[in-house]
């Protein structure tokens, strides 16, 4: 297990697999380094590098949870960065990883090689986050992982159909951990707070211009056919900002892709090759 101390004295979890190409993976909003599992055996080539955020999976949670944010959230990418001795890194970054690899593209554009939107952009679809603030940083109902993948297999089914509940059970494992009085979540959930707070204020920030610094880097945009996060028209939106955008949709998923399916894996590809 290896951590690092960020500037304001947190500890945070990553992991460092591999040589060749550094990836640095960043997941979703309440997610773990252990979302990028099934990617994992597809990209043995690459120097794969994850990190928890504050609050999340193996790293301290935050006793000042307004730290959960992007601009801070991307100030100890930065600071893993330098723990890790690399100058530049393509990155792919999931959902919330994205927004991060954004504000990245606006504060060190020299320190990104390439980057992978992996189903986000600068729109946020409303009845994406509608689904997010009915679940997010409550604790989960079910007490075992195989009732956890039933429910997750009933919930998602409509925008996954297809998928086993072995896959499902796999994706709990990675949310939730057992406790002997069932599951607990695998984050800090005062995340809930900190999004009821800036609904609340009415921080909806234009990431338009956060997009568009991504102008002279290589990116790929990976959407999931069925995604209620990033719409079709965001997309098409996206293209004609940045002439060099190259995307896929996945067929048969929602928010998020597994980044197994051969669409995903041949666009993080074309990317690394383009950088």
Same mark, same amino acid.
């Given at each position: 297990m ?26 979703g ?9 099934f990617?994992?055996?597809h ?31 991307? %100030?100890? #990418?930065?600071?893993?960065? &330098? @723990? ?6 393509? +990155?792919? /970054?999931?959902?919330?990883? =994205? ?23 600068p729109?946020?679809?409303p ?11 409550? %604790?989960? #109902?079910s007490?075992?992982? &195989? @009732? ?6 009933? +919930?998602? /089914?409509?925008?996954?159909? =297809? ?8 994706v ?14 695998r ?89």
């Amino acid at each position: 297990m290896a951590f690092f101390t960020t500037s304001d004295g947190r500890d945070l979890y990553f992991e460092d697999t591999g040589s060749g190409t550094p990836l640095l993976c960043l997941a979703g909003l309440t997610r773990n380094t252990k979302d990028f599992s099934f990617l994992t055996p597809h990209v043995t080539d690459l120097r794969l590098i994850a990190m928890d955020y504050r609050g999340r999976g193996q790293s301290d949670y935050d006793p000042d949870f307004m730290n959960y944010n992007v601009p801070r959230e991307s %100030q100890d #990418v930065i600071e893993l960065l &330098d @723990h890790l001795g690399l100058d530049r890194v393509a +990155v792919l /970054g999931t959902s919330r990883g =994205g927004l991060i690899a954004m504000a990245l593209a606006i504060s060190h554009p020299k320190r990104l090689r390439a980057v992978v939107l992996n189903d986000v952009g600068p729109v946020i679809e409303p009845s994406g986050i509608a689904k997010i603030m009915g679940y997010i940083g409550k %604790q989960p #109902v079910s007490k075992t992982f &195989d @009732h956890a993948a039933q429910a997750l297999q009933h +919930v998602m /089914g409509p925008q996954f159909p =297809g998928i086993s509940l072995d896959r499902w059970r796999q994706v709990a494992e990675f949310q939730y951990e057992q406790t002997a009085d069932g599951l607990a979540l695998r984050y800090d959930p005062a995340l809930r707070t900190v999004l009821m707070d800036q609904a609340a204020a009415g921080e909806t920030p234009d990431l338009w211009a956060f997009f568009e610094a991504l102008r002279d880097i290589p990116t790929g945009v990976i959407r999931g056919a069925n995604s209620d996060i990033l719409s079709t028209e965001t997309l098409i939106e996206m293209h004609k900002r940045h002439p060099g955008l190259i995307s896929v949709e996945v067929p048969d998923r929602g928010h998020v892709p597994f980044l197994d399916e051969p669409q995903s894996l041949n666009l993080i590809r074309k990317v690394l090759d383009a950088a």
